[in-house]
């Protein structure tokens, strides 16, 4: 069984002072490059504790709403994920989004202008950033083929593009 994560990567705002601790805010004004990195590769802490950073998934699916832009992410299967998707049902998992640094744009107040994602992270023993980049587990009953893909992943991904506003997509 592969196991399923509904993520909310890019939060807008933040808890402190209406930013994330780094001093930093997203909104619906940002431009996240969602058009340009989909589907984007999950994996544990930004690569920061591994030698070789071990992809633990994909995203299936991006949606944007009051809050921010949600991913549904498919993870292979294996002992990684099961502990972090019992994280996850304890509330005790969270997320970050990692962007191409040399293009990041901001605001001197620090609205994120531009953030090209390019990967989504579980954090894992990380503090994150912002702590409203919540990580909610969902199961998955697919099958998860050599990839570590669900098998219907091609079939959902090959679906229709519909764009919310200029690089910001949600996927069907």
């Known amino acids: 069984m592969a196991y399923k994560f509904h993520m909310l990567g890019l939060p807008f705002g933040g808890p402190y002072n209406g930013r994330s601790a780094s001093g930093i805010y997203f909104s619906a004004r940002t431009d996240f490059w969602l058009d340009t990195f989909m589907p984007l590769g999950v994996i544990?802490?930004?690569g920061l504790d591994e030698l070789v950073p071990m992809k633990l998934g994909q995203v299936q699916r991006a949606t944007l709403d009051s809050h921010g832009v949600w991913f549904d992410v498919l993870t292979q299967e294996n002992a990684e994920t099961e502990r972090m998707y019992q994280m996850a049902q304890r509330g005790n998992l969270f997320c970050s989004s990692g962007a191409l640094s040399h293009l990041v744009r901001q605001a001197p107040d620090g609205h994120v202008l531009i953030w090209p994602t390019c990967e989504l992270s579980l954090l894992d023993g990380f503090e994150p950033a912002n702590p409203?980049?919540?990580?909610?587990a969902r199961q998955s009953k697919e099958r998860v083929n050599e990839c570590g893909y669900g098998m219907k992943h091609k079939a959902a991904w090959n679906g229709s593009v519909m764009a919310t506003r200029p690089g910001l997509l949600t996927w069907h």
Do not use: D, I
């Open 132 to 136: 409203y980049a919540v990580v909610e």
């Open 44 to 46: 544990r802490n930004h």
